[in-house]
């Protein structure tokens, strides 16, 4: 198959939903099928990642452009407009409105369906992949129906949560083909949403890339490596620093365990980067926690492997916001498949991540408390962080494994391609 995977999550950016892009290419690719990563930060003509999506999202950008660019925007909302069959009028004037004349991101949509276009017009794709669902999807959408392509969006959680004017997003979820989510938790919610065929909403996990996860050195080599004591009890967090991801509730769970047991022996180490780090600095400081708390960055695959398998126990407990949901959650299954036992809260997609009392532990969102006492059995109890960390590792062997996805996912594909031409 010849495919289009489009997407703003890629290489070198980090994050869950980056890694799915890159594992679905990789894997697909591995399995003798061609495909083309379009995408905004990564240009590596060897391995058909092409960086053509724009980035300039502002009004003033348009004034950068040539003509070219304004001819464009009519061409393309005459081509909506009178081209694309098998949609209402009423619907077509609402796309046509939106993807030319909306204000908000217009440059940006513009300039990358041109460039896709163009593209498009020198090769033909058997099928696209939108990585997400948002701007992604916008674009996928143009060129499903501008070359008759069949399409397939990923859709993570808060992708699907954000809405759109003129209720856009309503009616491509209705007309596209096929809608992948992580786990039976985000299909429930998005059929919730959107009123359309259960059939065409499809559960594929995400995984744990295993050829590329292994690490040779022990526990105990790791940690004289990285100058970390064998007697200190490690907890580790790794994400992005955003704002529902929770880490004020474990600094503060960590604070409440020295108060408890002050000689005790813990470290907390972070690994991520983004918007909330000068928060998360300023609630270490008041919390007085410089000595027991380091943030390490980003990391690069190898050494964020290294810290899983040094460590004893992986917490991150996300929060429940409105519009933003935690979809999944790949770290802990990263974090299961270094036989960490999991600390998680009961949001969103995590209750598929964990499962409760079997590979780690699931509390109450923000429940400072909780995730304390938690922490604590875990700490005291070797025997069952052990006991939990093999049920987590050999449960990502059987379910969370990308060798394994990427084969639903090119059958999914397959499938997909069949039945669109029949109908077509």
């Given at each position: 198959?010849?495919?289009?995977l ?9 994050g ?7 594992n679905?290419?990789d894997?697909?690719t591995?399995?003798k ?5 379009f ?37 393309l909302f005459l ?8 949609i ?14 909306y ?7 513009l300039?990358?369906i ?17 990585g997400?669902?948002n701007?992604?999807?916008?674009y996928?959408y143009?060129l ?6 069949p399409?397939?969006?990923?859709a993570?959680?808060?992708d699907?949560l ?12 209705q007309?596209?083909q ?9 299909k429930k ?5 959107y ?6 909403v499809r559960?594929?996990?995400l995984g744990?890339?295993l050829?590329n996860?292994?690490v ?10 990285h ?21 004020e ?5 960590v ?12 470290r ?8 909330e ?19 390490l ?7 964020k ?20 949901i935690e979809?999944?959650g790949?770290?802990?299954i ?5 036989k ?14 964990i ?10 969102p ?16 070797k ?7 093999e ?6 062997i ?9 084969l ?8 997909t391609?069949?039945e ?5």
């Open positions: 198959m010849k495919i289009a489009i997407t703003n999550d890629f290489l070198p950016k980090t869950g939903i980056t890694n799915v892009m890159v679905v290419s894997k697909l591995e399995l099928e061609k495909v083309y990563v995408n905004s930060s990564c240009y590596n003509k060897e391995k058909l990642h092409l960086k053509i999506l724009s980035k300039d999202n502002t009004l003033k950008g348009i004034v950068k452009h040539n003509i070219k660019l304004y001819y464009f925007l009519f061409y081509k909506i407009l009178l081209n694309f069959k098998g209402k009028l009423k619907q077509r004037l609402r796309l046509a409105s939106f993807y030319c004349f204000p908000k991101f217009v440059v940006m949509r300039i990358s041109k460039n896709l276009v163009s593209f498009f017009k020198k090769n033909r794709f058997e099928i696209i992949i939108s997400t669902a701007f992604p999807l916008l996928s143009i499903s129906k501008w070359f008759k392509i399409l397939i969006t990923i993570h959680g808060d699907f954000i809405r759109y004017p003129l209720k856009i997003k309503e009616f491509l979820f007309d596209i096929k809608v992948v989510v992580t786990n039976e938790i985000m919610l998005f059929l919730k949403i009123k359309i065929n259960p059939n065409n559960v594929i996990h744990v890339n050829e996860s292994e040779k050195e022990s526990s105990q080599e790791l940690r004289k490596k100058n970390i004591s064998p007697d200190e009890f490690i907890i580790l967090s790794v994400s992005r620093f955003y704002p529902r991801k929770g880490f509730t474990v600094l503060k769970a604070k409440l365990i020295i108060n408890e047991l002050p000689n005790v022996r813990i907390y180490l972070i690994i991520g980067s983004g918007e780090e000068q928060k998360i600095r300023n609630t270490i400081k008041k919390l007085n926690l410089d000595n027991r708390v380091e943030l960055g980003s990391l690069d695959e190898k050494l492997n290294e810290y899983y398998k040094l460590s004893n126990v992986f917490v991150l407990v996300p929060e429940i916001k409105k519009n933003s979809g999944f790949i770290v802990y990263e974090a299961n498949y270094f960490l036992p999991v600390i998680g809260s009961r949001s969103g997609g995590v209750r598929i991540a499962e409760d009392g079997k590979s780690g532990f699931l509390i109450e923000n429940n400072v408390k909780e995730l304390k006492e938690k922490i604590l059995v875990l700490y005291k109890n025997e069952l962080r052990q006991k939990l960390g049920y987590g590792y050999n449960r990502v059987k379910h969370f494994n990308w060798k394994d996805n990427a639903k996912y090119r059958e999914l594909l397959k499938t391609i069949r669109f031409n029949v109908k077509s």
